[in-house]
């Protein structure tokens, strides 16, 4: 129960930015561990992304999207990892993406900067448009390979929930459609998904749908 509560304090700490700062944390409450994504982009163990936004993913061939570290620059707070999408059912299957040809896993590597517990910066270095394409949030226009930041609602060492950070936002509703949010959880929580984690998405960023399930560890 105790849990519970930090949790719909976090949720009202993290709104204000939409709900123009109504609410403030009680005198002695410290949030901070849940709000750092570092702690989950250096584990040492696979990460899925569970769940995205409701229309922003559509995933009716089952694929999956996994990611291995790599290694931790702690100096520079960066994690080196990969980005993998691969059919859960077969894994060695021929499948398609967009126009793109797949024979069984497509694998990247991706490097993500925390610095700032607010934001976590991913820098792309594939070239495969209809990879980026497959990105939940990314804009079909803006096809450079570079860098993309996604703010952090909540992050700990079990699941990261992200928004993708938009030049305009005018939504004031945290289940508006307009709010492209992903979960992303560790391995170990890939069948069951934490109800907390869960419940953090449908508070903060509404509808969402399911990606890598069961089938895809």
């Given amino acids: 129960m ?8 976090w949720v009202l700490a993290a709104a204000p930015r939409e709900i123009n700062c109504l609410f403030h944390l009680p005198g002695g409450v410290n949030l901070s561990r849940y709000h750092e994504p570092w702690r989950l982009v250096t584990i040492l163990t696979d990460v899925y992304l569970s769940r995205v936004s409701k229309g922003s993913w559509m ?20 994690a080196l990892r990969t980005l993998d999408l691969y ?7 021929n499948w398609t993406l967009g126009k793109l040809q797949i ?13 700032s517990n607010d934001v976590l910066y991913v820098n792309i270095t ?13 804009d079909s226009n803006d096809l450079c390979i570079g860098q993309y930041a996604f703010s952090v609602l909540f992050g700990d060492n079990r699941c990261l929930l992200l928004e993708t950070r938009k030049s305009v936002y005018t939504g004031t509703s945290a289940s508006s459609t307009r709010r492209s949010c992903s979960l992303w959880t560790a391995e170990r929580d890939l069948e069951e998904p934490l109800q907390c984690c869960v419940y953090m998405f449908n508070i903060l960023c509404g509808k969402s749908v399911e990606v890598s399930g069961k089938s895809c560890g």
């Avoid at 995933?59 to 960066?78: F, M, Q």
């Fill in 59 to 78: 995933n009716e061939g089952g694929v999956c999207v996994r990611s291995r570290y790599l290694r931790a620059i702690r100096e520079e707070r960066t």
């Fill in 2 to 9: 105790a849990i519970f509560k930090l949790l719909v304090i």
């Fill in 87 to 93: 059919l859960g059912k077969d894994r060695s299957a």
């Fill in 126 to 138: 594939s070239e495969l448009a209809e990879f980026l394409l497959s990105l939940p949030g990314v």
């Fill in 103 to 115: 024979n069984g896993t497509l694998s990247m590597n991706i490097s993500l900067n925390a610095t």
